[in-house]
């Protein structure tokens, strides 16, 4: 049954630097679920499911009591990670309303570190305690952060296909470029030159600070409903074309076959077969940047480029712009636009289906997003302005 | 020895699972009984015929370098004094597919590449507060 869905709304709040927000995690939630809906043409009763991922804070029940809604038929998130599921959770609020569970589906993540505390920081030490579980196998020798675990995947993939440093500025760039040109991206007005790329400190080799995204506050929606419906509502409906997941290794393992690997073979393959289309057939991409070198991966992995020919695919700023080869990141991704978990970047697919990017690609008959790369389940979503 | 990143680095919180990994003093994975796969880390289950008649495999430790980072951010100020260091990933000669992590203990952080040789070596720690010894396995680079 794909493009039997559409994204008919999307929302956000305004996006803060980390414990910039005014707001608490659970508003932040409700400003950007309240813009949604009021985007699609709804009312906020119309709205009878939840998804999101990661979120063990902002419950389906707790929001329903604080939007009023009254009569909730569906509620779910997939399993394991973060990032990676930021499509998933779209393909879970598919399923909902094209199985006629229900109608009105709020697909959403909301995060304010200042509120609750960083990701990316547990399982280490360094003032004594033990470490058990699966940080054992690993954080025992100081491997513990998302950038650490994800270099180890970069340094094996540039040594093997002669990538350099270049390649991973390239998609930095990009973003940051890209951010210019959109006023709701923290970077906005905050231009990054390949010198001060260069020039930044070493996080974990081969990531410069700049190979890094921020830690933002905010949130974003979306509202999932039938393609029959949204045709009736406000906004040119996004058709939700084909979603996938697909696996790679457990965590915290790490074996031969899947070292160098952002783990998106799965995903590619399952999301091209379920839309009938090739990557070449896309017309504007939005990859998941927590560090820029799993987004190279995944781009090969998704059928972009070979391994050996990603550099010269990325290089000498390829991606920047809405008129680029690739037209990418076009908000500026979680390093440019805000970190909100991968969430923005539905939102700007949206907003490129609509033509209402502030870089916008031209012609857009096809936008596509992929999540969190380097973790399991990985997931993809494909949005046509047509089915 | 001393430990590669520091005496007051955290201990690995023993278990059913990754008693013999951490004590043994020799390389220690697990194996099928059945099916005679190794895997790690360990699971309860055979990854490959799905037996629960798990035992160990005992390594020589000798293997390759199939990646390496180093580490230059501190997490935490308790990190300042422990940072730059490495962490490899190795391809173990007997054991084929797995992948064990780990610190050089004898190379600086940027004098490790992809490819160098390494032996298993012991970290050994006494955990006082649980009266156990932890032989914890780490790496050294060899010539060839």
Same mark, same amino acid.
């Given at each position: ?87 998933? @959770?779209?393909? #879970? ?5 094209? *199985?006629? $569970? !229900? ?5 959403? &993540? /909301? +995060? ?51 990538? @350099?440093?270049? #390649? ?5 760039? *990009?973003? $940051? !470029? ?5 006023? &709701? /991206? +923290? ?54 074309? #084909? ?8 965590? !915290? ?135 | ?144």
């Amino acid at each position: 049954m794909h493009g039997a869905a559409a994204i008919a709304g999307i929302g956000e709040s305004t996006y803060y630097e980390r414990g910039g927000s005014p707001h608490s995690e659970f508003q932040l939630a409700c400003i950007a679920i309240q813009r949604a809906v009021e985007d699609a043409g709804l009312e906020l009763a119309d709205i009878d499911g939840f998804v999101s991922y990661m979120d063990s804070r902002n419950d389906p029940i707790r929001l329903a009591r604080a939007l009023g809604i009254r009569n909730l038929r569906w509620t779910g998130s997939p399993w394991s990670g973060g990032g990676n599921n930021s499509c998933a @959770s779209i393909q #879970a609020a598919d399923a909902a309303v094209s *199985a006629g $569970y !229900a109608k009105h589906v709020v697909v959403f &993540r /909301a +995060l304010a570190q200042g509120q609750f505390g960083r990701f990316g920081q547990s399982g280490g030490g360094g003032g004594g305690g033990y470490l058990g579980g699966a940080f054992a196998w690993n954080a025992i020798y100081g491997l513990m952060t998302p950038a650490q675990q994800c270099a180890l995947h970069t340094a094996r993939f540039m040594h093997d296909h002669g990538i @350099s440093q270049e #390649a991973l500025c390239e998609i930095s760039l *990009a973003c $940051y !470029a890209n951010a210019q040109l959109n006023p &709701r /991206a +923290l970077r906005y007005g905050k231009p990054l030159t390949r010198e001060a790329y260069h020039a930044s400190r070493w996080i974990v080799t081969p990531f410069h600070l700049y190979d890094c995204c921020p830690e933002n506050d905010g949130a974003a929606a979306a509202v999932v409903t039938t393609a029959e419906r949204a045709r009736d509502l406000a906004q040119k409906p996004a058709a939700i074309v #084909a979603a996938a997941q697909g696996v790679g290794p457990a965590f !915290a393992t790490y074996t031969q076959d899947t070292l160098g690997s952002s783990h998106y073979g799965q995903v590619a393959e399952h999301l091209w077969q379920n839309a009938g289309v090739v990557a070449q057939d896309v017309d504007v991409a939005q990859f998941y940047e927590n560090f820029t070198g799993p987004v190279l991966m995944a781009m090969c992995e998704m059928g972009f480029a070979s391994p050996d020919g990603i550099e010269s695919f990325v290089k000498d700023g390829a991606l920047q712009g809405p008129d680029a080869k690739l037209p990418f990141n076009t908000s500026g991704g979680n390093i440019g636009e805000a970190y909100i978990h991968g969430f923005e970047m539905i939102n700007e697919s949206v907003r490129q289906i609509r033509g209402t990017s502030t870089c916008q690609a031209p012609n857009v008959e096809r936008a596509l997003v992929v999540g969190g790369p380097g973790y399991s389940p990985g997931s993809a979503v494909l949005l046509g302005a047509s089915a | 020895m001393t430990r590669v990143l520091g005496d007051a680095w955290p201990l690995p919180g023993l278990d059913d699972r990754n008693r013999a990994f951490f004590t043994a003093g020799v390389l220690m994975l697990q194996q099928c009984k059945r099916c005679q796969h190794v895997q790690h880390p360990p699971e309860d289950v055979c990854e490959a015929c799905q037996s629960f008649d798990l035992g160990g495999f005992e390594s020589a430790g000798a293997g390759r370098v199939e990646s390496v980072i180093v580490v230059h951010h501190p997490l935490h100020p308790g990190m300042a004094d422990i940072v730059p260091y490495a962490v490899v990933a190795v391809a173990l000669d007997d054991v084929p597919g797995v992948l064990l992590t780990g610190n050089v203990t004898n190379r600086a952080p940027d004098a490790v590449a992809i490819g160098d040789r390494v032996e298993v070596t012991f970290e050994e720690v006494v955990d006082t507060a649980n009266n156990v010894t932890l032989k914890i396995p780490q790496w050294q680079a060899v010539d060839g």
